[in-house]
């Protein structure tokens, strides 16, 4: 039998570090391994574990030394709608005089008017002004960025939304997930048809969609200012025909039962969920859905409504969090933030937190293979903190203490 020598040119690595790996496979909390060492081959992660029990084959590469500080896998933000045109400050002061998210968007505010803006802005000013946005998450250690469209509403915004986003991930480095997300609002030229606008996302948008391959997986907003189960539920067969995953906007604002019949339909994830009930979140569980939370939204709503968190904790749902980035619910770009509210607003634990925008979040996005934690063989993307407990990165709040991001290689 031929051993093959084990490669180590090329191999890159770090010691001194204390390791939140995130992994479910080592029983302390966050994963933890202290004074670790991290070997990086080829994008992936080659070894990690205790410095003292690195193999010999392995003493003699160079190691940076992490002086030690903390190391996580690179966060990800898997609910973001971080592209649009225009801007919502108007409907905030709106709001702050007493008009309700739903009132404004019944007549004709909210999503419509970024559909406006939307549609008359060149692909070139989306991308610029996406990519401020973009790099504030970049600069407080994401790696993966969800992006959906859905201010488009008509073929070919829809398309330019996804375009920009696709570019993103190449402006910047940054692996971009799109979602297409037609079947958010329905546009003023469908007023009161909204099933005819259900049948144009389906027959006319979708294929399109999944032809020019821009789009890695299909949500919809299920509510009463937007659809009801079984339109979504159309849009959820003609994306499974075309070989897309599924995920929901659902019980945001009332109980529709969205979030189950996502799961049954085999969804990734269900998203917001303050409204959800035991039977919902048991469908979850049964069904292997994530349950992610946007405590963006819920604090800029001033929601009174809290998300099932422990009847997701007593059916062992996983539960991510992410920043919702968009105009008019959470404008927010802060990953950060989104943990510190997760805590303070949300109760969860800050190990809670942490997995929700690192394990949890790879699952919400079918990428729970090659990212979210730190194991043999996933990709190397981490971020190395300027802390040492990593509760500090939930508990603080407007302090990034990202030393570095690294995606894929340590130079
Ligand atoms: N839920 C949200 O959080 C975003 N869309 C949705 O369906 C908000 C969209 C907006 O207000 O612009
Ligand atoms: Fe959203």
């Given at each position: 039998?031929?051993?093959a020598?084990?490669?180590?040119?090329?191999?890159s690595?770090?010691?001194?570090?204390?390791?939140?790996?995130?992994?479910?496979?080592?029983?302390?909390?966050?994963?933890?391994?202290?004074?670790?060492?991290?070997?990086?081959?080829?994008?992936?992660?080659?070894?990690?574990?205790?410095?003292?029990?690195?193999?010999?084959?392995?003493?003699?590469?160079?190691?940076?030394?992490?002086?030690?500080?903390?190391?996580?896998?690179?966060f990800?933000?898997?609910?973001?709608?971080?592209?649009?045109?225009?801007?919502?400050a108007?409907?905030?002061?709106?709001?702050?005089?007493?008009?309700?998210?739903?009132?404004?968007?019944?007549?004709?505010?909210?999503?419509?008017?970024?559909?406006?803006?939307?549609?008359?802005?060149?692909?070139?000013?989306?991308?610029?002004?996406?990519?401020k946005?973009?790099?504030?998450?970049?600069?407080?250690?994401?790696?993966?960025?969800?992006?959906?469209?859905g201010?488009?509403?008509?073929?070919?915004?829809?398309?330019?939304?996804?375009?920009?986003a696709?570019?993103?991930?190449?402006?910047?480095?940054?692996?971009?997930?799109?979602?297409f997300l037609?079947?958010?609002?329905?546009?003023?030229?469908?007023?009161?048809?909204?099933?005819?606008?259900?049948?144009?996302?389906?027959?006319?948008?979708?294929?399109?969609?999944?032809?020019?391959?821009?789009?890695?997986?299909?949500?919809?907003?299920?509510?009463?200012?937007?659809?009801?189960?079984?339109?979504?539920?159309?849009?959820?067969?003609?994306?499974?025909?075309?070989?897309?995953?599924?995920?929901?906007?659902?019980?945001?604002?009332?109980?529709?039962?969205?979030?189950?019949?996502?799961?049954?339909?085999?969804?990734?994830?269900?998203?917001?969920?303050?409204?959800?009930d035991?039977?919902?979140?048991?469908?979850?569980?049964?069904?292997?859905?994530?349950?992610?939370?946007?405590?963006g939204?819920?604090?800029?709503?001033?929601?009174?409504?809290?998300p099932?968190?422990?009847?997701?904790?007593?059916?062992n749902?996983?539960?991510?969090?992410?920043?919702?980035?968009?105009?008019?619910?959470?404008?927010?770009?802060?990953?950060?933030?989104?943990?510190?509210?997760?805590?303070?607003?949300?109760?969860m634990?800050?190990?809670?937190?942490?997995?929700?925008?690192?394990?949890?979040?790879?699952?919400?996005?079918?990428?729970?293979?090659?990212?979210?934690?730190?194991?043999?063989?996933?990709?190397?993307?981490?971020?190395?903190?300027?802390?040492?407990?990593?509760?500090?990165?939930?508990y603080?709040?407007?302090?990034?203490?990202?030393?570095?991001r690294?995606?894929?290689?340590?130079?």
């Amino acid at each position: 039998m031929i051993t093959a020598k084990l490669e180590t040119t090329g191999v890159s690595g770090l010691c001194n570090i204390r390791l939140a790996t995130m992994s479910r496979g080592i029983i302390r909390a966050y994963g933890l391994v202290e004074d670790a060492v991290l070997l990086i081959h080829h994008g992936r992660i080659l070894w990690c574990g205790e410095g003292a029990e690195l193999p010999d084959e392995y003493k003699s590469i160079q190691l940076m030394d992490g002086e030690g500080r903390l190391v996580t896998p690179g966060f990800i933000d898997c609910h973001t709608h971080l592209v649009f045109g225009g801007d919502r400050a108007r409907e905030f002061e709106l709001r702050l005089e007493g008009a309700s998210y739903e009132e404004i968007s019944r007549s004709g505010g909210g999503i419509r008017s970024t559909v406006k803006a939307t549609r008359t802005a060149s692909e070139k000013q989306l991308l610029a002004e996406a990519l401020k946005r973009v790099d504030h998450l970049i600069a407080e250690g994401v790696t993966t960025l969800e992006i959906k469209s859905g201010y488009g509403l008509d073929l070919d915004t829809e398309l330019k939304m996804l375009r920009v986003a696709r570019a993103i991930g190449t402006e910047r480095d940054v692996l971009v997930q799109t979602t297409f997300l037609g079947a958010h609002a329905v546009p003023e030229e469908f007023d009161g048809r909204s099933d005819a606008f259900i049948d144009h996302v389906v027959n006319d948008m979708l294929p399109r969609v999944a032809g020019e391959k821009l789009a890695d997986a299909v949500d919809g907003f299920c509510e009463g200012i937007a659809f009801n189960p079984a339109q979504i539920e159309r849009v959820f067969a003609k994306s499974k025909e075309l070989g897309l995953p599924v995920k929901l906007h659902a019980e945001q604002l009332s109980n529709l039962g969205g979030a189950a019949m996502a799961a049954r339909n085999g969804a990734l994830s269900a998203d917001h969920l303050e409204y959800l009930d035991e039977a919902g979140v048991v469908t979850l569980a049964e069904c292997g859905t994530v349950a992610v939370l946007l405590p963006g939204a819920f604090y800029t709503l001033r929601e009174k409504q809290y998300p099932p968190i422990s009847t997701f904790r007593k059916h062992n749902v996983p539960i991510a969090i992410a920043t919702d980035a968009n105009p008019g619910s959470s404008p927010l770009t802060s990953i950060l933030l989104v943990l510190n509210m997760a805590c303070t607003i949300f109760r969860m634990t800050p190990e809670e937190a942490l997995a929700g925008v690192t394990r949890n979040a790879a699952l919400a996005l079918g990428l729970g293979e090659t990212h979210g934690t730190v194991e043999v063989g996933k990709i190397a993307d981490l971020a190395i903190w300027d802390v040492r407990e990593p509760a500090e990165l939930a508990y603080r709040i407007g302090f990034n203490p990202l030393h570095k991001r690294i995606t894929g290689s340590l130079s």
